[in-house]
């Protein structure tokens, strides 16, 4: 829970503020929240490579999904391993038509409901650097 010297969050609020993100896009690809819709005739998917340029410096995360300086570190870890449980309960639930569905993101563009797993795997990398620098390892 110390903050680092050099400001910013504590490992406890990385790992809530990921958790946070799991739910949300999790929701977001089972329909929980309505923000998906079927692709336009003229969505093309790009490579994922392609879209991760938008996902490059410092970002900063909406306040929904930042987690609060009080977080501990039992309530982050329970709440990362409930959220991990989530996405691959929806991951295993989603249909080949449902996941043909867009969702459009300042920072992504439109992308496929699929392509949310890519950028889930890919925040979790983010913030797992982030953690083993934060921890000196």
Not at 13 to 38: C, E, K, M, T, Y
Request: proline share 7%; charged share 20%.
């Amino acid at each position: 829970m110390a903050v680092p010297p050099t400001g910013g969050w504590t490992a406890a609020q990385i790992a809530a503020h990921v958790a946070a993100l799991n739910r949300v896009l999790s929701a977001i690809v089972s329909g929980r929240i309505d923000r998906a819709a079927p692709p336009p005739d003229e969505f093309v998917e790009l490579p994922w490579s392609d879209v991760a340029t938008g996902l490059t410096g410092r970002l900063e995360a909406p306040a929904s999904v930042t987690a609060p300086p009080t977080v501990t570190r039992v309530e982050a870890r329970e709440g990362f391993e409930a959220s991990r449980a989530l996405v691959l309960e929806t991951f295993a639930a989603i249909d080949e038509m449902r996941a043909r569905h867009v969702f459009t993101d300042s920072r992504t563009g439109t992308i496929s409901l699929y392509q949310i797993g890519d950028w889930l795997t890919a925040h979790v990398i983010r913030h797992n650097a982030q953690l083993k620098a934060l921890l000196g390892r």
